[in-house]
Structures are given as structure tokens and as C-alpha cells.
């Protein structure tokens, strides 16, 4: 089974310019995260799609991220324009849509690594 | 709203020890609780998971965590480290009840020594 994929890897962007971030998820999952991790820190939940709904994203900083799931697949995240304090692993996870809570494990992408300069 | 603290932000053992990863939460009804592995420059890995019954759960890699709900604690063990084991670790509640939303503590380094 193929697990959840993620590009570019690695971006390097000077502050003010807008970049993107893609995610696809394992099939089949309906549910479909976006978290930040600065270094040092844990990963913090951005967004939360179920399909191509919004769940949660009370915490994404909506006056420059921004993130889309049109077909309830592969899904963008969009900073514009970039600060310096941008700079993180940006984590894309997946998780099946279950009511029972204990199914619902997340499965987690390798990361894009954002340099802002 | 939920928390977690890893207060051991790194920790040095010798392959071949035992080990034990500390962390507290916070969370106002049963916890859902998780403990992730992160190699470098790969994405999160679950090693166990807690969500009801056997407050001792097994996980992968000869990993395990108790569940102390008095000392609201699910600290991660292992009896033997092995030198691959080097990463960093994180602890993460989960809400109950739909949402599946996970807050992360800051994690621990660990290193292993030869």
C-alpha cells in the first residue's frame, strides 16, 4: 500500500514570495490533514479536510496560508506571501473516516522542509 | 482544551539500556493518547497507541507505554535500546467523541551511545 506522498521535498523561498505545497493521501482516506512543525516544536494541526470539506482550521493563518481539496483527493497548501518565521516541515497526514475513534489512526507523509530567507 | 508536555527535551542512553520516555497530558475527559517516532527527514511513524482496557500497550519495535491515569501519564519504555532507536519521539493526545484531532508535545531527542 502506498503511503502518503508529498512534494518538493525541500523549497528555499526569500520572504514575501508565495509557494505551494502538494499531498496525496492513501486511497481511500477521506480524511486529510496539513500540520506545521517548527523546529524544536511538535507538529501543530493547520487544517482538517473530510473529502473536500473543511473540518478545523482554526489555527492556519488564514490572511497568507490558504489550502484546498477540490476533489476530495490530493490537496494544496498555499503561503502568501511568506515570512521568515514560515520556516518548518510542513507534514501532510491521512486517516480513514470511521466513527469509531480507535480506527482512525493517522498516517503521516514524509514532509516539505520550507527555508524562508 | 488539551495538552502535552514531554518535559525531557533530550536524553542519552548506551545501547543496551533501558529507557523510558516521560510524558503528562491534559484532557478533560479519556484520553486517546499516542507515541510517534521521527526519523530524520522522514515523516511520522506511530509506535503504539492508547485508547481504552489494558492500561500496558504493546507497540512496535519492542516498544511499550502504561497509562497512569492518577498521574496523567503514558510514558513509553523500552528495555534494551538498540542504536537504530536514535530519533526523536513524540507524545500526542487525541480528542474523543469525532474531530480525531491530535495535539503534539514537543518531542524528546534520543540519543544512543556505542
Known amino acids: 500500500e502506498a503511503g502518503v506522498a508529498q512534494s518538493p521535498r525541500y523549497k528555499i523561498i526569500e520572504k514575501r514570495q508565495s509557494v505551494a505545497f502538494w499531498c496525496n493521501p492513501i486511497?481511500?482516506?477521506?480524511?486529510l490533514y496539513w500540520y506545521q512543525q517548527i523546529l524544536g516544536q511538535g507538529p501543530k494541526l493547520l487544517i482538517q479536510?473530510?473529502?473536500?470539506?473543511?473540518?478545523?482550521d482554526s489555527q492556519l493563518p488564514k490572511d497568507r496560508f490558504s489550502a484546498e481539496r477540490l476533489k476530495g483527493v490530493d490537496s494544496t497548501l498555499k503561503i502568501q506571501p511568506a515570512k521568515l518565521e514560515d520556516s518548518a516541515v510542513y507534514l501532510c497526514?491521512?486517516?480513514?473516516?470511521?466513527?469509531?475513534?480507535?480506527?482512525?489512526?493517522?498516517?503521516f507523509g514524509p514532509g516539505t522542509r520550507l527555508t524562508v530567507t | 482544551a488539551q495538552s502535552v508536555t514531554q518535559p525531557d527535551i533530550h536524553i542519552t542512553v548506551s545501547e543496551g539500556a533501558s529507557l523510558e520516555l516521560r510524558c503528562n497530558y491534559s484532557?478533560?475527559?479519556?484520553?486517546?493518547l499516542f507515541w510517534y517516532v521521527q526519523s530524520p527527514g522522514q515523516g511520522l511513524q506511530l509506535l503504539l497507541k492508547?485508547?481504552?482496557?489494558?492500561?500496558l500497550v504493546q507497540g512496535i519495535k519492542g516498544f511499550e507505554a502504561e497509562f497512569k491515569r492518577s498521574q496523567s501519564s503514558f510514558n513509553l519504555r523500552k528495555p534494551s535500546v538498540h542504536w537504530s532507536d536514535a530519533a526523536e519521539y513524540f507524545c500526542?493526545?487525541?480528542?474523543?467523541?469525532?474531530?480525531?484531532?491530535?495535539?503534539f508535545g514537543t518531542g524528546t531527542q534520543l540519543k544512543v551511545e556505542l
Open positions: 497526514a491521512s486517516s480513514v473516516t470511521d466513527t469509531r475513534d480507535w480506527l482512525r489512526e493517522q498516517y
Open positions: 486511497s481511500g482516506h477521506a480524511t
Open positions: 479536510f473530510q473529502n473536500n470539506g473543511v473540518v478545523d
Open positions: 484532557y478533560g475527559a479519556t484520553p486517546y
Open positions: 492508547y485508547f481504552s482496557g489494558d492500561t
Open positions: 500526542a493526545v487525541g480528542t474523543t467523541g469525532g474531530g480525531n484531532k491530535l495535539t
